[in-house]
């Protein structure tokens, strides 16, 4: 079980077939505009701040350089959240590993920012889905 700060509580992950990884049930945080929380999900789970569910769907287009590797460019990952309002329309969000990129947006009234995505690729093996682990800063606007 991952360890959340700021009363973001999360519980265990099932699979649906087909469908990749059901989101995890988890408890209420409410966080205010000046004490964002800082979240870590696995592929699947998500948190709920306010009334807004955050869930990790999938991490697409892994391309930073492996550890032990001397690379050209450092390469980006985009971390793709899906943010369910209790009373609204899913938004899909996509979050970037490099600086370069965006690693910031606003959905339903919540800011989130990636903070991390772990871990990093290795020059011998890709990183498994189940492995990944993201580390997302949300506040409410």
Excluded: K
């Excluded at 409410?30 to 990790?56: C, H, K, M, Y």
């Amino acid at each position: 079980m991952l360890v959340v700060v700021a009363a973001v509580v999360l519980t265990g992950c099932t699979l649906a077939e087909g469908l990749g990884p059901e989101p995890t049930s988890t408890s209420a945080a409410d966080v205010g505009q000046s004490s964002p929380a800082q979240i870590e999900l696995q592929i699947g789970q998500n948190a709920r701040v306010a009334s807004v569910t955050i869930t990790f769907v999938r991490v697409s287009d892994d391309s930073r350089c492996p550890r032990g590797v001397t690379c050209i460019w450092e390469g980006d990952a985009t971390v793709e959240l899906r943010i369910q309002p209790e009373d609204g329309a899913v938004e899909l969000m996509s979050l970037h590993a490099n600086p370069g990129f965006t690693q910031e947006a606003t959905a339903a009234r919540v800011r989130v920012r990636l903070v991390r995505l772990e871990p990093s690729p290795e020059a011998d093996r890709p990183v498994a889905a189940g492995d990944y682990r993201v580390v997302l800063s949300a506040a409410v606007e």
